[in-house]
């Protein structure tokens, strides 16, 4: 399915970083949604910074508009505010996108579970998510370190226990 | 002529020179001598004359031996002249270029002019009776009674002396000129000061002194570049200068204004206003004092200052609204604007036009676009 664009992709004043502090605060939500939906749509964990600018996201060669670095900086910097982006270095190079929240994702998890019967089972995190139970749910595919943070999120909720095992990670909810 | 002595043409320690002099022609009485073409020097000790060609042949007199002196005007084909009379030789004179000369007087003529700056030193000299005060050795010539009387020196080191001797004259050149400045500078020093107790004396005698003639008197130091402080301590309050000057501008800013728009920069106002006076012109800081003064006067112009400092007259009458409304009609029907592009629309000053872009950005009715292309601005629809 082919990616849709929103409205204010082709509109050249999206690409510069607004003065006015009214007019800002809606481009940088625009932004913030435009890059999650991206990340969300072709399946994308982490971004480099540099990489970033070249990506069509930020680049759109159609109205010959770049969003400045400094810009690009400011958008993540909104993200991780909002808890959708964490650094992975001091440098600000390169970050975890989550398009969707550990915590949101935990409950969607909670959600297959409870509504197969599956509480008080133990999993795998590899049967999460790559078990063939699971490939029709949205949390198919999801990389470890994600599905770790969704569960950690669930366990100080109260409603599932991480633990290691001999060859990985399992988990047990209640 | 015999009074001469022969000299290195060198200055003695406490002695200066005064003026020097280029073709000056010696005469022994009325005689002219074979010494045509030389340059008379003026010290505070002697008379010094030397060949222009034969820089050698130098020789020198003190000026005791001067009696009197008087200047001779210039006739046709004859050039002006000084002529010197002198006392007796004194019996340990060195030699010189003539050993006996039946004439008591010598004759310097100007062949290049000069003498009367020569002739004013000359009577300087004369009656300060510098050498007096400041006795100097008598230069010493050479053995040989020979046409040269310089020490003569040979090779390097001659050239060495001649060197210095060369540096010596210069200085002593400039410091010459730069004396005429220096004693300007003492002048006017004590003009400033007179002129700056003068200011005080007003400023704590306000009412003693009729306004005109303070503000002729202001006028006159302004003139000479002397910041007035009374003005500028009570600009705030106004000073009857700038308030008619206020007056005036209402008056004559009205037409131009509406014309353009009910707007004008204050740099558009400067030439308009000066351009019109044509005698009389106004300082930039008298002409923003003066729009100051605008609101206080209740007259229907007021000074605007825009946050990125540009200062515009603007008629009070004047609608803000209606301004950005037209902005955003013109931008709206063509999608986008930058800033010249509006003022070729509007008939606006390109700096007016991007204040009033920038304005209408700040409410929230446009946003921008910056690129390589240029500042263009498009209705805000975020």
């Known amino acids: 399915m082919n990616f849709e664009w929103p409205w204010q992709y082709n509109f050249p004043p999206f690409f510069t970083l607004q003065p006015n502090v009214d007019t800002r605060q809606k481009q940088l939500a625009a932004w913030c949604s435009l890059v999650l939906s991206y990340c969300r749509h072709h399946k994308l964990y982490t971004l480099d910074v540099m990489e970033a600018q070249e990506s069509p996201v930020f680049n759109n060669k159609k109205i010959e508009r770049k969003l400045p670095v400094e810009a690009i900086q400011v958008v993540f910097e909104e993200l991780k505010k909002k808890g959708n982006l964490e650094w992975l270095d001091k440098n600000k190079s390169r970050c975890l996108v989550m398009w969707r929240r550990p915590e949101e994702w935990g409950k969607l998890i909670y959600q297959w579970v409870s509504k197969n019967g599956m509480v008080n089972s133990v999993f795998t995190l590899y049967e999460l998510s790559n078990g063939d139970d699971t490939e029709s749910e949205e949390f198919h595919g999801l990389e470890e370190w994600m599905l770790l943070r969704s569960l950690q999120a669930l366990q100080s909720d109260g409603k599932a226990e991480v633990f290691t095992m001999d060859d990985g990670k399992g988990v047990k909810f209640f | ?382």
């Open chain 2, 1 to 382: 002529m015999d009074r001469f002595s022969w000299s290195n043409g060198l200055l003695e320690i406490n002695e200066t020179l005064v003026i020097q002099q280029r073709g000056v022609r010696l005469y022994d009485g009325d005689e002219k001598s074979k010494l045509d073409v030389g340059v008379a020097l003026l010290s505070t000790h002697r008379l010094i004359w030397r060949d222009i060609k034969n820089h050698e042949c130098c020789m020198s007199m003190p000026l005791s031996q001067i009696i009197f002196f008087e200047e001779q005007a210039a006739g046709i084909g004859k050039s002006a002249k000084i002529v010197i009379h002198l006392h007796p030789s004194p019996a340990n004179k060195e030699p010189g270029p003539l050993q006996n000369s039946k004439y008591s007087y010598i004759k310097l003529s100007f062949k290049e002019h000069g003498q009367i700056e020569f002739y004013r030193r000359l009577t300087e000299e004369m009656t300060q009776r510098r050498w007096e005060n400041t006795p100097v050795s008598q230069p010493i010539s050479s053995g040989t009674g020979s046409q040269s009387g310089r020490t003569r020196a040979v090779g390097i080191v001659g050239i060495e002396r001649k060197i210095e001797e060369k540096r010596k004259e210069t200085d002593k050149n400039i410091s010459e000129a730069f004396e005429d400045l220096s004693k300007l500078m003492v002048k006017a020093k004590e003009m400033v000061e007179l002129s700056r107790s003068i200011a005080t004396k007003i400023k704590d005698k306000q009412g003693d002194i009729t306004e005109d003639e303070t503000i002729r008197f202001k006028s006159y130091l302004l003139s000479m570049g002397i910041a007035n402080p009374v003005t500028r301590e009570t600009h705030g309050s106004g000073t009857h200068y700038h308030m008619q000057l206020a007056k005036q501008l209402g008056d004559m800013l009205q037409a131009p204004l509406e014309e353009r728009g009910g707007m004008m920069a204050l740099t558009e106002v400067y030439c308009l206003v000066n351009r019109a006076r044509g005698m009389e012109l106004l300082s930039p800081e008298d002409l923003l004092n003066a729009c100051k003064m605008f609101e206080s006067l209740k007259l229907p112009l007021r000074l605007r200052v825009f946050d990125s400092g540009v200062m515009v007259v603007q008629l009070q009458s004047h609608s803000e609204e209606e301004m950005i409304a037209s902005a955003l009609d013109s931008v709206s029907e063509k999608g986008s604007l930058t800033a010249e592009e509006l003022a070729k629309l509007l008939g606006l000053s390109v700096l007016l036009s991007k204040e009033r872009l920038l304005l209408a950005e700040k409410m929230g009715h446009l946003c921008r676009d910056d690129s390589v292309e240029g500042l263009r601005f498009y209705i805000n629809v975020f």
